[in-house]
């Protein structure tokens, strides 16, 4: 049985930091490129950061550039999610998912080809 388990969220004030960890059970990690995406009330899934199979691409989403950054230890099946400079506007439920790839390079911030969803970690930034 895969599961996908975030964690490390909380409530941080404005322009501290967090970093969230994502730990992949049940499935060969290596195989898949990992997402990390989150929801604010009211608004739409949105991806932040994503990085291929074996940390050979990353991407960053435009809002959090300069302030995210993703990568993974395969030893561990863990992608990590460094939050730096928080603002209120980042508040929101992080997911983390695994996306199964056949090439080494590729990775997407699209939540549409998920295979498998954690149940998310809450991040509150209060200003």
């Known amino acids: 049985q895969v599961q996908v388990v975030e964690s490390g969220g909380g409530l941080v004030q404005a322009g501290g930091s967090l970093r969230l960890s994502c730990t992949a059970s049940?499935?060969?990690?290596?195989?898949?490129?990992m997402t990390w995406f989150r929801q604010a009330p009211g608004k739409e899934r949105e991806g932040v950061a994503c990085?291929?199979?074996?940390?050979?691409?990353?991407e960053i989403a435009d809002y959090v550039n300069g302030r995210f950054t993703v990568s993974r230890d395969n030893a561990k099946n863990t992608v990590y999610l460094q939050m730096d400079s928080l603002q209120p506007e980042d508040t929101a439920m992080y997911y983390c998912?695994?996306?199964?790839?056949?090439?080494?390079?590729?990775?997407?911030?699209?939540?549409?080809?998920?295979?498998?969803w954690g149940k998310g970690t809450l991040v509150t930034v209060s200003s």
């Open positions: 049940g499935l060969v990690f290596v195989d898949y490129a």
């Open positions: 998912a695994a996306d199964r790839r056949t090439t080494n390079s590729d990775c997407v911030l699209s939540p549409n080809d998920m295979n498998y």
């Open positions: 990085i291929s199979r074996w940390n050979s691409r990353t």
